[in-house]
Each structure stands twice: as structure tokens, then as C-alpha cells.
């Protein structure tokens, strides 16, 4: 049976996407990088890796595929939320958003869009 092993995103600057999102994430380099091509893994080695691959592709407005991030409950999304703000992340203006959502869209250092989900919202 398949299962997702890395899920790969393109990025302008590779050593800018990896300070990001392993601080993001704690995730931890596989391999060294290279300067097109880095590999992030959970540091347990339980879960899937993150791939940062050098990219000329303009960025989608709404993309197709992106992350979300996992919260226990609110408080900790909103922790999370400005956590991530802080080392670099913004905020992305969604007006798709549902009355009382349990998400927040971001947008990494590169503009890649990802959320932030409160898994105990009702």
C-alpha cells in the first residue's frame, strides 16, 4: 500500500524556506542541502518530510495543494498562529472564510500558503 512520504513545495530561496520551516516545525535537515534542494524530516523520524526544491514557477493566488498545520485547540492556534508571524510568516486576507472557521491561512517566508487548524473547534 502507498502512503505519502514528502510532500514537496517550491520556493525562491531554498536556505531562507529551511530556516522556516524547520524552526516552524522542528523538523531537522535529512541530508545536507543543497543549494536548489533541502529534505526536512520530524527528528523521530515518525511522519513525512517536507521537501524544499528551488522554483521559478510564479506563486498560485489559491492554491491547489497546501499544508495544514495541526493545533490541539484554539488557544494554542492563536499561540501558534503568532509564533509563526514572528519568524516571518503573514497572515493571508481570505475572504473565503466560514462564519466561526477553525483555520487561519498564513503564508510562508516564500508566500506558500498553509493553515492553521483548531481540531477541537466544534
Not at 490541539?72 to 493571508?92: F, H, M, P, T
Request: glycine share 8%; net charge negative; with cysteine.
Amino acid at each position: 500500500m502507498l502512503r505519502i512520504g514528502t510532500v514537496v513545495m517550491g520556493v525562491e530561496d531554498v536556505p531562507r524556506a529551511v530556516e522556516f520551516w524547520t524552526t516552524a516545525l522542528g523538523y531537522v535537515l535529512r541530508e545536507e542541502m543543497d543549494a536548489d534542494w533541502a529534505v526536512l524530516v520530524p527528528p523521530d523520524g515518525r511522519g513525512f518530510g517536507l521537501a524544499l526544491g528551488l522554483s521559478e514557477t510564479p506563486l498560485q493566488e489559491e492554491p491547489r495543494v497546501h499544508l495544514d498545520l495541526y493545533a490541539a485547540d484554539a488557544a494554542e492556534q492563536a499561540a501558534e498562529v503568532e509564533r509563526l508571524i514572528s519568524l516571518g510568516a503573514s497572515r493571508v486576507k481570505w475572504d473565503r472564510y466560514p462564519d466561526n472557521p477553525d483555520f487561519v491561512v498564513l503564508a510562508d517566508t516564500e508566500g506558500n500558503r498553509f493553515c492553521v487548524i483548531d481540531t477541537a473547534h466544534e
